[in-house]
């Protein structure tokens, strides 16, 4: 089920307690969810206890063990790796003696909710605690360890749990906490193997984590490049080393100076025997004789801060889980937060804990087929893109077959409108890649509609988009310029002219204006009479139609990066208040989401219709918090246009004012620096997706064109509205939604979507920071 984010209306906690744990092994992200479920629980009057390294703080107790938190318990620990309450692997916990003293510490303080974060080896421990509670208490009574009158206050245990995992192995979640960081490490280390590859030709064995989870390797693959991948799910056939060495010779061939394989590190084979990095190099090795260097990055993908995706879904992960323990009247199963799409949904903590091991054993029995359909449909789908975009060549090419399914060969155009934005360049390759691997042809319009004018349109071809993947900006070539009266007609005349089939552009809100006017003008034009698509790719995130714009998870990275490196100069030197302004034109999402993400103390936008009074209460509570929690510094995140007349300026200087002696204010305006440098994996691989969507929906869009157009080879007119889409995450999937459709949900005025899902995360994002208008029950 989702759950609604807005903490606005919780119910309050007074009289309940808590406690929180991390087991199992870390993962970037714990500490953000750790911090949301403290403070949320304070703010809404529940005591909280913080249980030091895992089980085993629960099962010794006392004051080590168990401690009790308040607000600055978690303060500084947001932008840190790893779990500031630590985490272990705990035998006493798999004892009943050690649950039973658990469970005597969490009566003896009348606690009766516990959030688990770990893996599912940590929340299988917590099903089962749960399972026994009612004995434990029985028996723990009967040894007069605790009286009757505290058994009776803690009759029942209502648990939560949240996975932090940086495999990606529980079902049930789309993503899991730290995954997306240590996809950040192994994308960094794949570009690093690319550009030194790029002086001598070698090939390199990557081996990453993911004993029984293949996710890291495959979409390691997806954002960075790999010639072949060896996961655990999907075993290669038998003689795959000849034709691994078969293609990586036959690339070499076409000029590719460097071959990757990436190895999770329990890749098998059918017969489940082990594939060791060593055995990949010994086999290119002796097959190939290329010079072959084995890397395995190990606990360096554990390491580092949490990447911007993470700080955000622990965050909301961590509230989601305190709402459903607050919500509860009484008891509750097991329950494990995840997230589905955008969505942060709760599932019975036991059905995932039972589809994860059901995938495990069907590994082990060797039943790889059951292990992948557990894994769910978007599974297969990936490995297909996958190997379709890394291939050598287009179908036909080295041991690729000739014909495409249908037959049909269609000409697709594609441009980029708008800024520049990182994962435009990934979703450009995936797209002539998986067109052309079918035997379509792709026309790159170069900078836009401007370029389109002036015909710069060229077919692309396989290897025109080889090292595109990594890199930020347009390779293409952008322009924020849009159809209007003058241009159309010429703009007709070029797309009959190139004989394009379909549209796609890809970009930020000019490019979905630009879908708006050719669609609405179709009548008066048959050139626009075709199947047009737009994929959003703006730092903003403020096109109608997704949850998610291309380049905006980048700049998200960007900027919490920035926030951090300022909070650690505020403490290596004088106290300081940072006003940070964020692009995003009327558009808050960066702003907001860029606080949350960074611990801001608050986020001015347009959207909030903030007014002086709300910033003097602001300030006073800004100079509050340096004056009794001793704080260091203090951080403003605002939107470029969220006040005509408070700007940043304006800002600091209220704040220097009222901050007198107390700290020293500066503005810091990030400007294009947010673009970031290259994209982040969430930016690359979300543009991979689209643009496999994107393929789908032409073949589609042309097929059904085909038929109605009378045989004969005919293709009749798209008028449709189903043909004039944009692409998007809403909500739990990727769907494709009609620009007529989505007219209506625009403010075209501030550019911006009538309804944004984030804005029910501005109540948390005050909470957190203990900001205006939101009573402290605690
Ligand atoms: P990771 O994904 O990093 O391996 P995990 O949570 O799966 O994390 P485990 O070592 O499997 O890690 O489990 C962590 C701890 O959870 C164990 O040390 C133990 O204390 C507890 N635990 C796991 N399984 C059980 C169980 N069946 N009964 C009781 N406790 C358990």
Not at 39 to 61: F, P
Not at 114 to 129: H, K, R
Request: charged share 20%.
């Amino acid at each position: 089920t989702a759950l609604s984010e807005d903490v606005d209306m919780a119910v309050d906690g007074v009289g309940k307690s808590v406690a929180v744990l991390t087991s199992g092994g870390d993962s970037q992200g714990m500490n953000s969810a750790l911090r949301a479920i403290v403070r949320l629980s304070l703010h809404r009057g529940m005591r909280v206890y913080a249980v030091h390294e895992g089980y085993q703080g629960l099962v010794d107790g006392g004051e080590k063990g168990m401690e009790e938190c308040s607000w600055n318990s978690v303060s500084n620990i947001l932008h840190k790796g790893g779990t500031a309450i630590g985490t272990a692997r705990c035998r006493d916990f798999r004892e009943r003696e050690g649950r039973l003293r658990a469970a005597s510490n969490l009566v003896k303080r009348s606690i009766g909710n516990l959030v688990v974060i770990g893996g599912d080896g940590s929340l299988t421990g917590a099903s089962v605690f749960k399972e026994e509670w009612m004995g434990l208490l029985a028996e723990l009574q009967q040894e007069q360890r605790i009286t009757a009158e505290e058994a009776a206050k803690c009759r029942f245990l209502n648990i939560v749990g949240l996975v932090g995992s940086i495999d990606n192995d529980m079902c049930g979640t789309d993503m899991t906490i730290g995954t997306d960081s240590a996809l950040h490490r192994i994308i960094e280390a794949v570009d690093c193997l690319t550009s030194t590859a790029a002086s001598h030709q070698r090939s390199f064995v990557l081996e990453v984590m993911g004993r029984h989870c293949g996710y890291l390797a495959q979409m390691a693959a997806i954002a960075g490049r790999a010639d072949w991948v060896l996961i655990p799910e999907k075993p290669p056939e038998p003689g795959w080393e000849d034709v691994m060495c078969q293609k990586m010779q036959t690339c070499c061939g076409l000029g590719e100076r460097l071959s990757i394989v990436i190895v999770s590190e329990g890749a098998v084979d059918k017969e489940n025997k082990p594939i060791t990095s060593q055995y990949v190099k010994k086999v290119i090795e002796t097959k190939l004789g290329h010079d072959t260097r084995i890397t395995v990055l190990g606990h360096v993908q554990r390491g580092g801060k949490p990447s911007a995706y993470d700080r955000l879904i622990a965050c909301r992960m961590g509230a989601a889980a305190v709402l459903v323990l607050l919500q509860a009247t009484g008891e509750i199963p097991p329950t494990m937060i995840g997230v589905q799409g955008n969505y942060i949904c709760r599932i019975p903590l036991m059905e995932c804990v039972e589809a994860t091991r059901n995938v495990n054993r069907a590994m082990q029995e060797c039943n790889f087929k059951r292990a992948q359909a557990l894994r769910g449909s978007s599974f297969l789908r990936n490995i297909t893109v996958s190997r379709r975009i890394s291939s050598c060549g287009p179908r036909g090419c080295g041991s690729n077959p000739s014909l495409n399914e249908s037959g049909n060969s269609y000409r697709v155009a594609i441009m980029n409108v708008g800024s520049p934005a990182a994962g435009m360049n990934s979703t450009v390759r995936a797209f002539v890649r998986l067109m052309t691997y079918s035997g379509h042809t792709v026309l790159g319009i170069e900078e836009g509609f401007e370029g389109l004018l002036l015909d710069r349109v060229r077919e692309m071809e396989w290897h025109d988009v080889s090292e595109w993947a990594s890199a930020g900006g347009s390779f293409l070539g952008t322009n924020r310029t849009s159809p209007n009266e003058e241009t159309l007609p010429t703009i007709a005349e070029k797309v009959t002219k190139h004989g394009i089939q379909g549209l796609l552009i890809v970009g930020g809100f000019d490019g979905f204006e630009s879908l708006v006017t050719l669609q609405k003008r179709r009548s008066e034009y048959p050139a626009f009479q075709i199947p047009l698509l737009g994929i959003a790719a703006t730092v903003s995130n403020n096109v109608p139609g997704t949850d998610c714009s291309l380049g905006s998870d980048t700049a998200l990275n960007t900027i919490v990066s920035m926030c951090d490196v300022l909070r650690q100069s505020a403490n290596a030197s004088r106290k300081r208040v940072f006003v940070v302004q964020t692009m995003g034109g009327y558009c808050g999402y960066l702003a907001t989401m860029a606080g949350l993400a960074a611990g801001a103390d608050t986020a001015y936008i347009f959207e909030d219709n903030f007014t002086i009074s709300d910033m003097h209460k602001d300030v006073a509570r800004l100079v509050g918090k340096f004056k009794a929690d001793g704080i260091q510094r203090g951080i403003i995140t605002r939107s470029e246009r969220c006040s005509v007349n408070f700007t940043s300026e304006f800002m600091c200087q209220l704040l220097a004012e009222e901050g007198r002696g107390m700290f020293v204010t500066e503005s810091n305006i990030l400007g294009h620096l947010q673009q970031g440098d290259k994209p982040s994996p969430y930016d690359r691989i979300l543009g991979t997706k689209y643009a496999a969507h994107a393929v789908d929906f032409f073949m589609e869009q042309m097929e059904k064109l085909l038929r109605t157009g009378g045989g004969g080879g005919g293709i009749s007119r798209a008028m449709d509205p189903q043909s004039a889409c944009m692409v998007g995450i809403r909500g739990t999937s990727m769907v494709t939604t009609p620009i007529q459709d989505l007219i209506e949900e625009t403010d075209f005025a501030h550019r911006m979507p009538k309804q944004q899902w984030w804005m029910s995360l501005r109540a948390l994002l005050h909470v957190l920071a203990r900001d205006r208008n939101h009573v402290f029950l605690g």
